[in-house]
């Protein structure tokens, strides 16, 4: 199992919902819901299903076995996470890069290095890249949060990348940019997105962390409300404690 974390996420446990969250709708056999994500693993063309295994326990999927990238990981984590019914997830995959996918740390971190630089998002973006045994930690400052994500999802695609830390910090607000003037721009974004039900997210800020509560229908939806915060400009942190259901 990799040592690294995914954008700043722990290793093992990956999301879980509240136990005032999940409704009073028939929760789905350990049988049914194993099933389910191994359909879902098996439908997604990112993921090579056979090589995954789903341990389901009460809503909490554990997934073990070997795939042959980074991106791939990520891939099975996203497709599980989209599947009905699983409430945690506990990740054991190993990252296993076939002969020639292989990369030196070296050759790793300059691409990286040509990646930010070519880059036209990037343009004032500071990073660098340590790297080790194909393990890759980001540093340095961008002015966007968006341009955080970009860089780390560029970054995951690499060939040779077995795992990625993001620490990439975002610049300090403007001294003109105001808490209030951030949750305005946020909740105006979240309103005007046809697939986002905003009427029960509560937005607020301090020191450019944003907070968002509240209920949200599914977890797709729960993502693009993080999407549009991470667009706002002045955003450097998110903690969500919105709920499902």
Request: hydrophobic share 40%; aromatic share 4%; charged share 30%.
């Amino acid at each position: 199992m990799s040592v690294c974390r995914d954008d700043g996420r722990g290793p093992i446990l990956l999301w879980s919902i509240p136990a005032h969250a999940r409704g009073a709708t028939m929760m789905k056999s350990d049988q049914e819901l194993q099933a389910d994500v191994l359909a879902e693993l098996k439908w997604d063309p990112r993921v090579h299903g056979n090589a995954i295994g789903v341990i389901a326990k009460d809503g909490a999927i554990t997934l073990t076995g070997v795939v042959e990238s980074y991106a791939e990981k990520i891939a099975v984590e996203r497709a599980a996470k989209h599947v009905k019914g699983v409430r945690a997830i506990a990740e054991e995959i190993e990252v296993k890069l076939p002969d020639e996918m292989s990369s030196s740390d070296e050759g790793i971190a300059e691409r990286i290095a040509r990646l930010v630089g070519w880059t036209s998002t990037l343009r004032n973006a500071k990073v660098l890249a340590e790297v080790r045994k194909g393990c890759v930690t980001l540093t340095g400052e961008v002015d966007h949060p968006y341009e955080k994500q970009i860089v780390a999802q560029r970054v995951g695609e690499m060939d040779g990348v077995t795992g990625l830390t993001n620490d990439i910090k975002v610049r300090a607000w403007p001294s003109e940019v105001h808490a209030r003037d951030v949750v305005r721009q946020i909740t105006r974004a979240l309103h005007r997105h046809a697939s986002i039900e905003a009427s029960n997210i509560h937005v607020s800020v301090a020191d450019g962390k944003v907070k968002l509560e509240g209920t949200i229908p599914t977890f797709p939806e729960r993502e693009l409300v993080e999407e549009a915060v991470w667009a706002t400009a002045g955003v450097k942190e998110i903690d969500d404690d919105l709920r499902v259901g």
